[in-house]
Nanobody, 127 residues
Framework: VQLQASGGGLVQAGGSLTLSCAAS????????????LGWFRQAPGKEREFVAGIAWRGGSTEYIESVKGRFTISRDNAKNTLYLQMTSLKPEDTAVYFCAVARSSGVTSRREDYQYWGQGTQVTVSS
């Protein structure tokens, strides 16, 4: 399954961005709509970390503490698209953001629970 993440860019601290992630081919869309989805990020010199996750029906979500109240994960199964709305961005949010498809339908923060990954989109927050 190939995923395409988009929406990254350069923004000033306090600004907002919305990331999107979609399957690159129609054949992959069923997998995305039936599985949990997540966003991870990786800053230079750091490990890839979980940011937010959402179950296949969208009813359950999970966030790391540092983004709670600022980021919102959502999905549109009809469009087979995952979103991450980011507000009140901080310089420490600077990273490459990756979308991923979980092995199951639930929400999970564990990296090993994800099986397919997007290519990443760069988010840079200037101070």
């Amino acid at each position: 399954v190939q995923l395409q993440a988009s929406g990254g860019g350069l923004v000033q601290a306090g600004g907002s961005l919305t990331l999107s992630c979609a399957a690159s081919r129609p054949a992959y869309r069923l997998t995305i709509s039936n599985n949990g989805l997540g966003w991870f990020r990786q800053a230079p010199g750091k490990e890839r970390e979980f940011v937010a996750g959402i179950a296949w029906r969208g009813g359950s979500t999970e966030y790391i503490e540092s983004v709670k109240g600022r980021f919102t994960i959502s999905r549109d199964n009809a469009k087979n698209t995952l979103y991450l709305q980011m507000t009140s961005l901080k310089p420490e949010d600077t990273a490459v953001y990756f979308c991923a498809v979980a092995r199951s339908s639930g929400v999970t923060s564990r990296r090993e629970d994800y099986q397919y990954w997007g290519q990443g989109t760069q988010v840079t927050v200037s101070s």
